[in-house]
């Protein structure tokens, strides 16, 4: 593992119980991401893209294997632990953007720094700045009732990016969009990985967009594979 090494998985194996007995998603995954890299995941619908995210960060456990972060052993960890991982370490954006209705766009990107203990102006101060990177500065005050499908998930872009993560895992992040909408999403993103030196695994059936990353891996029959 180099020092350039941010996430690391060894012989990840993944199980699901079924009345027909156990589906192994999940078969020996390998995988090493460098810092500001940009990597693409795709494969066939069912083919275990997600559930690999999740396991990547720590929502979920693999059966067997190992996750290394920033040369840190995670597996083994408690949840509270690993709570606190993900808070500080890992930002997640989603094919459907999960913003909170009831909050505006400011609100719901300074959440996760809320929910971690940092001082309300300090991540106030943070989730404008953030906005008016993703060119949302004159929406702060709206709720997500009130955003078009392309500014919700630009949102949720931000919030992602709000505790400064050096790994951000991305799960169809403009599957959900239209051309336009998602082209724009992408190109935020790439722009404040470089910016940033930030780390980002995408899960995307794109395969035009996935073909502009740093490199695509395929999941197929449980394993990783590069393209």
């Known amino acids: ?3 350039r090494t941010i996430l690391s998985a060894r ?3 993944k199980a699901f119980a079924s009345p027909a007995g156990p589906i192994r998603v ?3 995954v390998d995988l090493e991401v460098g810092r500001g890299e940009m990597t693409a995941i795709v494969g066939a619908s069912g083919s275990g893209k997600t559930t690999l995210l999740q ?3 720590t929502l979920d456990a693999p059966d067997s294997g190992e996750l290394f972060f920033a040369g840190r052993r995670l597996t083994g960890l408690n949840e509270t632990a690993l709570a606190v991982h993900r808070n500080a370490n890992i930002g997640f954006i989603f094919q459907f953007h999960h913003l909170l209705p009831e909050f505006t766009a400011l609100e719901n990107v300074m959440m996760p720094g809320l929910i971690g ?3 309300k102006e300090e991540m106030r101060n943070r989730a404008l700045a953030l906005l008016d990177q993703v060119n949302l500065s004159h929406r702060t005050d709206h709720r997500s009732g009130e955003l078009s499908g392309g500014e919700q998930q630009r949102v949720a872009l931000a919030r992602a990016l709000v505790m400064e993560p050096a790994l951000l895992l991305a799960d169809e992040p403009t599957g959900n969009l239209d051309s336009a909408s998602g082209e724009r999403v992408f190109s935020l993103l790439r722009e404040l990985s470089r910016s940033r030196s930030l780390a ?3 899960v995307t059936h794109n395969m035009e967009l996935a073909a502009s990353l740093d490199r695509i891996l395929t999941l197929s029959d449980g394993l990783l594979t590069a393209c």
């Open 1 to 3: 593992m180099s020092d």
């Open 11 to 13: 012989a990840i194996h």
């Open 26 to 28: 999940l078969r020996g």
């Open 55 to 57: 396991v990547l960060g």
């Open 117 to 119: 203990g940092r001082g």
């Open 200 to 202: 980002v695994v995408m």
